[in-house]
């Protein structure tokens, strides 16, 4: 059973901070390309950020550039999402996603470029 699973999410005012983790179970994520979307209600899945096999290279969505870090610690299996200066506009479901092959120094960002799916985890950024 491969499995990821998204945790840290919560309720956090304008400003403040918070760090999502990712676990994965089941398979060695440790050379797979990583990335986490987001998705608002009545809006699409959009893209928030992503990472290397290697953790060598990032990419960012704009909206979140200079806020938020992507990261991951391959001996513990688990990616990270640290999101600083937190906006109403932050607030969605946020996902893991894995790109379950060999991809060297490549990075995506793209919803259908990835092959497994955590459940999500709420962020609720207040006002």
């Not at 990616?79 to 379950?100: F, G, I, R, W």
Request: with cysteine.
């Amino acid at each position: 059973q491969v499995q990821l699973v998204e945790s840290g999410g919560g309720l956090v005012q304008a400003g403040g901070s918070l760090r999502l983790s990712c676990g994965a179970s089941g398979r060695t994520f440790s050379s797979y390309a990583m990335g986490w979307f987001r998705q608002a209600p009545g809006k699409e899945r959009e893209f928030v950020a992503a990472i290397t096999g290697s953790g060598t290279r990032t990419a960012y969505a704009d909206s979140v550039k200079g806020r938020f870090a992507i990261s991951r610690d391959n001996a513990k299996n688990t990616k990270y999402l640290q999101m600083n200066s937190l906006k109403p506009e932050d607030t969605a479901v946020y996902y893991c996603a894995a790109h379950a092959r060999y991809s060297s120094d490549t990075y995506y960002t793209n919803a259908w470029q990835y092959d497994y799916w955590g459940q999500g985890t709420q962020v609720t950024v207040s006002s």
